[in-house]
């Protein structure tokens, strides 16, 4: 059984995936196991097993999102720790061997993540400091932003077991999601090496495809509420509440600039049916339907 299992969930990235995956095999650390998973892609992206033969699984499936393209490697892993590379990014030769090193100094530590490079429009850019990465309980600031990267995070496979995969009804922002559902009940590590190099400003990038992409963390938060609610600690559901009646706010102000009538009358009907802290769950699944 190897420590980690690799999952590169991929659709229509040819070259960018090319460049993920050598960084994998260029691991100083090598009990691993590397699944890519080929979201139904129409480009040449199909000629990934035969270039790297018996170096990587490649598994292919119909056109599903990147959630289910990483609940697909995920179920197919046999290793105690699952680690996830985007196919537009790569990683730096010691990354997996960094993860090893945390995890036997903090076994008691689900998950953690390492520190990154962000490359955009082919420039290096510092990011502000509301995106320094933390470590410890990290759960205020995983509503405010996606506080932990998929590229640079190393989950025990228990985790999933324990809270569930990815939403595989969220087209976006389903990290957001996962981390909202991990976070108020686990301490999160951080390994202060910068390990990954993030690519942005590029097409195809989820990003950029949905308008009012905050009614997807508005759902998350909602959904959370609805599915844990009594097991948070009446700090982290005040946040959270909190939280969600400021998104409601910048949606409704959002859709009523831009004159988008459809969405304006979704929030409208999604905030009057939150009250008391919960939301009926038609209400804010109604928030992916528009």
Known sequence: MPVFSVIIPVYNRYEQVQRAIDSVLAQTFRDYELIVIDDGSTDSTGRVESLYSSRLRCIRQANMGVSAARNHGIRLSCSPHITFLDSDDEWNPGKLMSHKRYIDSFPLIMIHQCDDIWIRDGKRVNMSRRYLKNEGDIFLKSLDICS?????????SAIFEKYGLFDE????????????????????GLIADKLVTRYSGHEGQLSAAYQGMDRFRLYSILKLLDESGEKLTAAQRGAAEECALKKFSILKNGSDRRGNAGLSATID?????FTGGYCTRKYYQSLLQI
């Open 148 to 156: 932990i990267s998929p590229s640079s995070v190393s989950i025990a």
């Open 169 to 188: 009804n969220l087209p976006a922002c389903e990290d957001y999601d996962l981390w909202l559902r991990i976070t108020p009940f686990e301490k999160t």
């Open 269 to 273: 009907a999604v905030r009057n049916s």
